[in-house]
């Protein structure tokens, strides 16, 4: 098998399906590189040293100096660069994170989110993760070198933190509602922002707000909205929301009369979507194999009308029905992201945008059947907090928390065949 020799590297799985198969150590076209493994290794190791204990009191913790201590060892690890980045890291980006980088040096983000999210704890990933990884993204990709220059260095340091703000009240779905008005003033030289944004990951603890504003036109109309990068200043107040999901900093951003220079404004927008809807994905795949991995250990040990749970063939049915579900949904994403690895941004957006809100969609409602049927599997530890169903019991309450951010369930699976029926003439190599 092409992939033995790195696959001596990995800790092999005990329980069926609760891994990917290159995790088993079977062959896989995408993950080839002994760097791969290595970098999973490290990763299982620091996962278990850092988040695993942590993740059942995390939620209700409102430990400051915890909270900071933690995400000081993200920073350490060297995330907050693909946190920011994703898969392809320019050389310039290493510079400016102060020459941190992971072990192995390879396409890192897919490996890293699968990990993390081992914890099964969406709050506490997203808490160290959520703002860096959406507010980092359009200064990354759109923002001027001197912008770049200006804030980069600090979030990707650490000294800073950063947020992604785009929903309002009235705005959420329907993003062009978007009313939050950003006005040039006489000089030319700085834009009045007023408005109030909800929902906002990390908002809590962010020094910078990447924010879609109006520069123009009516809310409804989907011209005239900008990304413009407003720092923690005069005018500037954050309120926490108390939410189902909880540790993710969650956060009312109100602004008033607030000053901000016209070089932070951010090149072009609506760019950063498809990166937010595969990490959610990725969040989903793990979380969702996560369970399979609890519910059939518990089939392993509890004993029912003097059997096993796993001896008898219902059970097997519902882990059989778990397996496939998962399974597939591994394999969709890996082709997808195989394919967009291989276009330009450009390409991509045209050609698997729709496939991309799709499999955002598919992909929580996988997580919501298994969640559920590893939940029952458990009887009343599967609605325990602790013990046995401590993660199952986690997810299920944070199923929502994918669903609806980052599009819609029913709004991404109308978006993607509406992209879909437009993409189907296109000629990819036209493009
Ligand atoms: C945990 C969490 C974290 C978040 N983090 C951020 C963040 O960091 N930054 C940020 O800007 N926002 C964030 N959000 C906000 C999130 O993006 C919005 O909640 C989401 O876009 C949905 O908007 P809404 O809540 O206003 O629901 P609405 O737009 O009112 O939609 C409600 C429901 O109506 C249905 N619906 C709406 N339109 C259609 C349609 N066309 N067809 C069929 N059904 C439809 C869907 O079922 C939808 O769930 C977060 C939300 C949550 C819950």
Redesign the pocket.
């Known amino acids: 098998m092409s992939s033995s020799s790195n696959a001596s590297l990995l800790t092999r799985p005990t329980v069926p399906f609760a891994e990917a198969a290159w995790h088993a150590g079977l062959p896989n076209p995408y993950y080839t590189k002994r760097s791969h493994y290595e970098l999973r290794e490290w990763l299982l190791k620091w996962v278990a040293d850092n988040l695993m204990d942590i993740a059942d009191e995390w939620e209700d913790s409102s430990d400051e100096e915890q909270r900071k201590a933690l995400f000081q060892k993200f920073v350490d690890a060297g995330f907050m660069l693909p946190f920011a980045l994703g898969v392809k890291i320019p050389e310039r980006f290493y510079k400016m994170a102060g020459g941190l980088k992971l072990p192995g040096n390879v396409e890192p983000s897919d490996i890293m989110l699968d990990e993390l999210n081992r914890c099964a704890s969406n709050g506490l990933v997203m808490g160290n993760y ?1 703002g860096t990884a ?1 507010g980092a993204g359009p200064i990354v990709h759109f923002a001027s070198p001197e912008l770049q220059e200006r804030i980069l260095p600090d979030i990707l340091t650490g000294k800073k933190r950063i ?5 309002e009240p009235n705005a ?3 993003v062009a509602n978007v009313s939050t008005t950003a006005k040039l003033s006489a000089d030319g030289k700085y834009y009045v922002v007023n408005g109030l ?1 909800k ?3 990390n908002g809590i603890w962010s020094d910078y707000f990447t924010t879609a504003v109006r520069t123009s036109g009516k809310p409804g109309e989907h011209k005239g909205i900008s990304f413009l990068v407003i720092p923690r200043t005069k005018g500037v107040s954050t309120k926490a929301m108390k ?1 189902q ?1 909880a540790g ?1 900093g ?1 956060t009312i951003f109100e602004m008033d009369d607030v000053h901000v220079p016209v070089e932070n404004l951010v090149g072009k927008e609506g760019e950063g979507f498809k990166y937010i809807r595969m990490t959610i994905v990725y969040v989903a795949l793990r979380f969702a194999r996560g369970d399979i991995e609890d519910a059939t250990n518990h089939a392993n040990r509890r004993v029912v009308f003097g059997k096993k749970l796993i001896e008898q063939p219902v059970v097997r049915h519902q882990l059989a029905h778990m397996a496939r579900e998962v399974e597939a949904l591994q394999a969709w994403t890996e082709s997808l992201v195989f394919q967009q690895s291989k276009m330009t941004i450009e390409q991509s957006n045209v050609l698997t945008g729709g496939s991309a809100a799709l499999l955002k969609a598919h992909s929580t409602i996988v997580l919501a059947n298994v969640v559920r049927e590893a939940g029952l599997l458990l009887g009343g530890m599967g609605l325990t907090k602790g013990g046995a169903g401590a993660r199952i019991e986690r997810i299920y309450r944070e199923v929502n ?1 994918l669903m ?8 991404m699976l ?1 978006a993607g065949i509406k992209q879909a029926i437009k993409t189907i003439r296109i000629d990819p190599s036209k493009l």
């Open positions: 959520g959406y947020c992604l703000a785009i929903t959420g779905s329907d944004k929902w906002i990951t939410m999901s993710s969650t928390a609806t951010p980052g599009g819609a369930r029913d709004v109308d």
